[in-house]
C-alpha cells in the first residue's frame, strides 16, 4: 500500500461506490466532501449535469479523475451515441473484461481495468426442470416518469406474453404501472420497488425477465435463470425528441449481447431453456460479471493512478517473429490457438503474445491456461508464449501492434492491432 493517505471525494452512484469506498478507507485513505482532492470516483463522465460540474471543479483543483462501474451488467454504450468520453479521466475501473474490451473496439481514450464483482454475493446456477414463479423487472422509466415510446411498448409486448405463461408472476417496478406501460393483471403480484432491496424477489423466484440492464444481471449472479430483451435495439431519448442510435454495433454488438434474449423465439420456450443450463451464457458471466472483486488490487490501481498517473506499458521481450493473440477470444475459439500450435514448434524462433484489455497477471494465465486445455494441447509441448497483462489503452494497442507481426483472430479489426495481418487466415476458415 502507499505510505501516502490520499484525499478522495466520490460521487456516489445508488450505493455502487461502495465496496471501493470501504477497501479505500480501509487502506487509510481519507474521504473529502469539499476542497482539494488527490483523487476524484464518479460513475461517469457525460458532459453535463453535476458530473461534468464536479469533474471540472476537481480538475481544477489537481486530482486524477477515475470512473467507476456505474450499474452491472453490460457495458454502458453512451460512449457510441450520446457522447464522447471526457479526455480527463485518468483510468476507467470496470468489472470484467467484456467492459473492457468493449471500450478497446470504439477506440477508448483512457485507461481501462477490470477490478472484478463488487455488487452482490455470487450464487450458483440453480437448474430448474419446472419454473413455476417468473419475477418481471420492466425497463424503468426515466427519473421524471418519461420513457420514450419504443421502451415502453416493449415492456407491453414482454408483460402480455408473461401472462399467457404457466406460472405465477410477480412484477418489480420502479414508478408507476403507467409510466412503466404495464396495467393490473388478476393473479399477478405487483412490488414497487423503489427504494428497496432487489434480492428479496429476485431470490425467490425460478427464473427473471428483465430489460437490459443491472437488474437481470444482478439475477444471474445470484444463480437465477434469466432472459433479458432490449439488448438488439438499444436507443436513447427523450419522448418527442429524435431518437440517439449507436454508431458502431457491428464491432461489438455480437460480443456484448446476452445468449437468451426476449427477440429469439417463443418466450416460455427460451425461460425453460435458460433454467435447464447455464453453458450457454457461461462466456457472457466470464466477461461481465468478472471475477470476483479483489479490494487489493483495486486499492493499488487508484494508488498508482494517483500518483503516478497512467500505467507505463512494458513488453517482455519475444522472439524474431511474434504473433499477438486476445485472450478472451482464445477461450471462446480454442480451435484458434490449435491452429496456431499446428503450424509453429516450440524450436521455431516466434512467440506468440496473449492480452486482454485491462486483466492482471493471476486471470490472462487462467484463461491461457483454459485456452490450452480445451484447445486439447499438451502444456509440456508448446511453442513460446508470452503473457501481457496490460491495461486496455491506445498506448498499450500501439505497443503491442509495433511488437506483433501479426494477429491470431477472426474478431472485427479495430485499433492499430486491427491493421495487422492475420496470422493463417486461410487455414483458419
Not at 487509510?28 to 470516483?41: C, K, N, Q, R
Not at 414463479?133 to 415502453?152: A, K, Q
Not at 470476483?292 to 493499488?300: G, K, M, Q, S
Not at 479495430?414 to 495481418?421: A, E, K, Q
Amino acid at each position: 500500500m502507499s505510505s501516502r493517505r490520499l484525499k478522495i471525494a466520490l460521487k456516489d452512484h445508488r450505493g455502487e461506490s461502495r465496496s471501493l469506498a470501504s477497501a479505500l478507507f480501509a487502506a487509510g485513505h481519507e474521504s473529502v466532501t469539499d476542497g482539494p482532492a488527490d483523487v476524484l470516483l464518479i460513475d461517469l463522465d457525460p458532459p453535463m449535469m453535476l458530473h461534468k460540474e464536479l469533474i471540472d471543479r476537481y480538475t481544477d483543483w489537481g486530482a486524477k479523475v477515475i470512473l467507476y462501474p456505474h450499474g452491472a451488467g453490460g457495458p454502458i454504450l453512451s460512449y457510441d451515441a450520446l457522447f464522447e468520453p471526457d479526455p480527463r479521466v485518468d483510468a476507467n475501473l470496470v468489472t470484467g473484461l467484456g467492459q473492457a474490451e468493449f471500450l478497446r473496439r470504439i477506440d477508448y481514450p483512457s485507461q481501462t481495468h477490470a477490478i472484478g464483482w463488487t455488487y452482490c454475493d455470487r450464487k450458483p446456477f440453480r437448474a430448474c426442470d419446472d419454473v413455476q414463479h417468473v419475477l418481471f423487472g420492466p425497463t424503468h422509466p426515466n427519473g421524471d416518469g418519461t420513457m420514450i415510446t419504443e421502451r415502453r411498448e416493449l415492456n407491453s409486448k414482454v408483460f402480455a406474453e408473461l401472462l399467457k405463461g404457466p406460472w405465477k408472476l410477480t412484477v418489480r417496478h420502479i414508478g408507476t404501472l403507467e409510466q412503466n406501460g404495464l396495467w393490473h393483471a388478476e393473479g399477478v403480484t405487483f412490488v414497487n420497488g423503489t427504494g428497496k432491496p432487489q434480492f428479496a424477489e429476485i431470490d425467490a423466484v425460478d427464473a427473471v425477465v428483465a430489460g437490459d440492464g443491472s437488474f437481470p444481471t444482478l439475477a444471474i449472479a445470484r444463480g437465477v435463470p434469466t432472459v433479458m430483451y432490449g439488448q438488439a435495439t438499444p436507443a436513447w431519448g427523450l419522448p418527442d425528441e429524435t431518437l440517439v442510435l449507436p454508431r458502431r454495433t457491428e464491432l461489438y454488438l455480437d460480443y456484448i449481447r446476452y445468449p437468451f434474449d426476449f427477440e429469439d423465439g417463443p418466450l416460455d420456450e427460451l425461460v425453460h431453456a435458460a433454467a435447464k443450463s447455464e453453458g450457454p451464457v457461461l462466456n457472457w458471466k466470464r466477461r461481465f460479471l468478472g471475477e470476483p472483486f479483489d479490494a487489493l488490487a483495486a486499492v493499488e490501481t487508484i494508488e498508482r493512478v494517483a500518483l503516478g498517473g497512467p500505467a507505463t506499458v512494458r513488453i517482455d521481450p519475444t522472439r524474431a517473429r511474434t504473433t499477438l493473440a486476445l485472450a478472451d477470444e482464445l477461450v471462446e475459439r480454442p480451435e484458434l490457438l490449435r491452429s496456431y500450435v499446428e503450424s509453429v514448434s516450440p524450436q521455431d524462433d516466434a512467440s506468440l503474445l496473449l492480452w486482454a484489455p485491462g486483466v492482471g497477471a493471476a486471470q490472462l494465465l487462467a484463461m491461457a491456461e483454459q485456452a490450452i486445455e480445451a484447445a486439447g494441447l499438451d502444456m509440456n509441448h508448446l511453442p513460446d508464449i508470452l503473457l501481457a497483462p496490460l491495461p486496455g489503452s491506445p498506448e498499450a494497442d500501439l505497443h503491442l501492434a509495433e511488437r506483433a507481426d501479426a494477429l491470431l483472430s477472426e474478431w472485427p479489426s479495430t485499433g492499430h492491432i486491427g491493421r495487422l495481418p492475420r496470422f493463417a487466415v486461410a487455414e483458419l476458415a
